[in-house]
């Protein structure tokens, strides 16, 4: 059984999901996971589907034609499953919002050689001030080579910087 990630993106109403799963199964796919999410009056989600060879094609195109109903679809390149050489970390950070938070948090990330393997952000107001707060929750792909110390100390110099709180969680 071969693999497709898939990427959907639609205005988001009721029966968005049931069409996709309904054209799934009716070419021989089996919905293995995704993550799908509603956001300011679209929906969006990514999923792994697995589907016999000789029917990948036909459900490609099944897939393509939903686009008469106003569901756009795109297909992952093939890749190669690493061997599994990271291990998973949780990350909670809140603080004052501003421009380029994301970047600077992910551009140290990447420089330790961390993945971001899911990543959920939003902003609100703090309870007292109602200054927005930046609050974000991600699960991380450290490499097996990388203490949690290290990383920590990292992070916490960005967070001294960005003067956010930053929780990391190795109990996932």
């Given amino acids: 059984m071969d693999h497709l990630v898939i990427t959907v993106f639609a205005p988001d109403k009721p029966g968005q999901v049931e069409l996709i799963a309904e054209c799934i199964a009716d070419h021989g796919g089996n919905w293995l996971e995704s993550r799908m999410a509603h956001m300011a009056g679209q929906f969006a989600g990514i999923l792994r589907v697995g589907v016999p060879a000789e029917a990948q094609e036909e459900l490609k195109n099944a897939l393509l034609d939903l686009s008469g ?53 939003d902003v609100k107001p703090a309870p007292m001030s109602s200054e927005p707060l930046f609050h974000a929750e991600a699960i991380l792909g450290v490499p097996l080579t990388l203490s949690l110390d290290a990383l920590q100390a990292a992070l916490e110099t960005l967070a001294d910087d960005l003067m956010v709180d930053l929780v990391l969680r190795t109990d996932l």
Avoid: H, S, Y
């Avoid at 106003?70 to 050489?85: D, H, M, P, Q, S």
């Avoid at 603080?95 to 952000?121: A, F, H, M, S, Y």
């Fill in 69 to 121: 109903q106003g569901i756009r679809v795109l297909f992952a390149e093939k890749a190669l499953e690493e061997a599994c050489t990271w291990k998973p970390i949780g990350m909670e950070l809140v603080g004052n919002d501003r421009p380029g938070i994301v970047r600077d948090i992910t551009r140290l990330l990447t420089e330790q050689g961390v993945n971001v393997e899911r990543l959920v952000t």
